[in-house]
């Protein structure tokens, strides 16, 4: 009966839409964004027992997660087989025992696409912010964006620092990283080697992707998502009466400021 009571505790932490949830997303999330900062911050920093300490510090705490999440899964398997449980194990490996510098550290950043596309905290925010609801698909394909940026600057620093004279420092890459995506390529920092030109190459592919769509969304007719009760629709206009698809009668939320 204890552990049962825990792990229902726990559920409500992690899945539920009352007060005590919501603030303990909110708190993931900010734990999150300081992660990232220390990532962009531990950069400049010379590597000691201090930038380790607090490595491992974070690791124990990114293991603690997620072997909470496991516990209180439905389907443990395939939360730990997923994309983000098997970039959680990578991080919390490297955090830990760390071989090769700060290992896959540049995987914390894709916490935040975790968290920030977890369905509780998508309906948390929609709940909690008018504006994010009204804008959610711009917001989201600007977060990905942003996201992928971040991401890609931290790899291109962990792979080419020490042996590339032009990355000496988290700017540096991220400077490389916004060059390549816009295509503009000034060419005054270049990535060396075989695995430089592929990571240019892909941050190139990918990263105008997403700039692209993040354009089209902003362009296109606005939309917000609001799943029709009897058909399924998920996206509607934002003045929408009646769904596109079946032609139920919708009460989309409104405040009355557009």
């Known amino acids: 009966m204890p552990e049962t009571s825990l792990r229902s505790r726990l559920r409500i932490l992690y899945e539920s839409h009352d007060p005590v949830g919501d603030r303990f997303r909110y708190a993931l999330l900010a734990f999150d964004l300081a992660i990232v900062v220390w990532l962009v911050a531990s950069s400049f920093l010379p590597r000691g027992l201090h930038t380790t300490t607090i490595d491992?510090?974070?690791?124990?705490?990114?293991?603690?997660?997620?072997?909470?999440?496991?516990?209180?899964?439905?389907?443990?398997?395939?939360?730990?087989?997923?994309?983000?449980?098997?970039?959680?194990?990578?991080?919390?490996?490297?955090?830990?025992?760390?071989?090769?510098?700060?290992?896959?550290?540049?995987?914390?950043?894709?916490?935040?696409?975790?968290?920030?596309?977890?369905?509780?905290?998508?309906?948390?925010?929609?709940?909690?912010?008018?504006?994010?609801?009204?804008?959610?698909?711009?917001?989201?394909?600007?977060?990905?964006?942003?996201?992928?940026?971040?991401?890609?600057?931290?790899?291109?620093?962990?792979?080419?620092?020490?042996?590339?004279?032009?990355?000496?420092?988290?700017?540096?890459?991220?400077?490389?990283?916004?060059?390549?995506?816009?295509?503009?390529?000034?060419?005054?920092?270049t990535l060396v080697g075989t695995s430089g030109k592929l990571l240019s190459v892909v941050t190139m592919i990918i990263g105008i992707s997403l700039f692209l769509r993040l354009v089209q969304v902003i362009f296109r007719p606005r939309k917000v998502q609001f799943r029709c009760p009897t058909c399924g629709l998920g996206r509607h206009d934002a003045d929408a009466v009646h769904c596109k698809a079946c032609g139920t009668v919708l009460a989309i939320p409104d405040e009355g400021l557009d």
């Open 56 to 189: 491992i510090s974070i690791g124990v705490i990114f293991l603690a997660d997620l072997m909470v999440r496991l516990w209180i899964a439905r389907r443990p398997s395939r939360e730990i087989f997923s994309l983000w449980g098997l970039a959680d194990l990578l991080v919390i490996f490297s955090l830990l025992f760390p071989i090769w510098g700060e290992g896959l550290a540049f995987l914390r950043v894709l916490r935040l696409y975790r968290v920030f596309h977890s369905p509780q905290t998508l309906t948390q925010l929609r709940d909690d912010l008018p504006g994010f609801r009204r804008n959610e698909t711009a917001l989201r394909a600007g977060l990905n964006l942003l996201i992928f940026l971040f991401a890609m600057t931290a790899l291109v620093y962990q792979t080419q620092s020490g042996i590339n004279e032009r990355i000496g420092n988290y700017v540096d890459a991220l400077y490389f990283t916004v060059s390549t995506l816009s295509t503009t390529g000034y060419g005054d920092v």
